[in-house]
């Protein structure tokens, strides 16, 4: 009974910014990476931001120095939070998380239901 439930996502114009939020909830044991992935129609997925159980983050050039990626472990909560927002970000945003759940014997990557990100130039 694991999921993601991402919210946030919204129209904005170019130069604004969005935060986006996703909680985990189940029987989860624990949780390794959760991050950020987004698609844009007739694109491949991208991934946007990772971060570990410990804070360590990394980012592509296209979103580095705007976005931030946060997590708060006590309430298996995950952020992006989005600055200086350009056309070229719009997309559908996905949350994922590797989750060892109460009724697994392995950790496995769950996934959001992805949320709208519209920037109008």
């Known amino acids: 009974q694991v999921q993601l439930v991402e919210s946030g996502g919204g129209l904005v114009q170019a130069g604004e910014s969005l935060r986006l939020s996703c909680a985990a909830s189940?029987?989860?044991?624990?949780?390794?990476?959760m991050g950020w992935y987004r698609q844009a129609p007739g694109k491949q997925r991208e991934l946007v931001a990772p971060?570990?159980?410990?804070?360590?983050?990394n980012y592509p050039d296209s979103v580095k120095g705007r976005f931030t990626i946060s997590r708060d472990n006590a309430k298996n909560m995950v952020y992006l939070q989005m600055n200086s927002l350009k056309p070229e970000d719009t997309a559908v945003y996905y949350c994922?998380?590797?989750?060892?759940?109460?009724?697994?014997?392995?950790?496995?990557?769950?996934w959001g239901q992805g949320t709208q990100v519209t920037v109008s130039s």
């Open positions: 189940g029987s989860i044991v624990s949780i390794n990476v």
């Open positions: 971060i570990t159980s410990g804070g360590s983050t």
């Open positions: 994922y998380a590797d989750i060892l759940s109460g009724s697994s014997r392995f950790s496995r990557r769950y």
